[in-house]
C-alpha cells in the first residue's frame, strides 16, 4: 500500500506521466481497492502508514481514511473517462 501510494506521486507528476494518463487511473484504482480492503478489516494503523504523507498521523481517522478513498475512485473515474470511446 505505501509503495502504490509513493509510485502514483511519482508518475503523476508533470515529468514522469501527468495527472490524467491510463497507468496513473489504474494505481488510483489500485489505492482505492487496497484502502477499502484495509477499512473493510479496520486495519487503520497500517494505513496510516502508508498515506501518511497525504493524511497527517495526528488527524488521522476512519473517515479521513474513507474519504481519501472516495477521492482516489473519483480520480480513477475522471481519468477513465477521458479515455473511454
Known amino acids: ?10 508518475i503523476k507528476s508533470d515529468d514522469y506521466l501527468g495527472e490524467h494518463h491510463p497507468d496513473v487511473g489504474r494505481v488510483y484504482k489500485d489505492v482505492a481497492t ?3 480492503t484495509l477499512l473493510a478489516q479496520n486495519k487503520l494503523e497500517i494505513l496510516s502508514n502508508a498515506v501518511d504523507h497525504q493524511i497527517p498521523k495526528a ?3 476512519f473517515d479521513k481514511a474513507a474519504r481519501f478513498e472516495g477521492e482516489c475512485c473519483k480520480k480513477f473515474r475522471e481519468v477513465e473517462a477521458l479515455y473511454k470511446h
Open 1 to 10: 500500500m505505501k509503495s502504490a501510494c509513493e509510485l502514483l506521486e511519482i
Open 34 to 36: 487496497a484502502t477499502s
Open 59 to 61: 488527524a488521522f481517522s
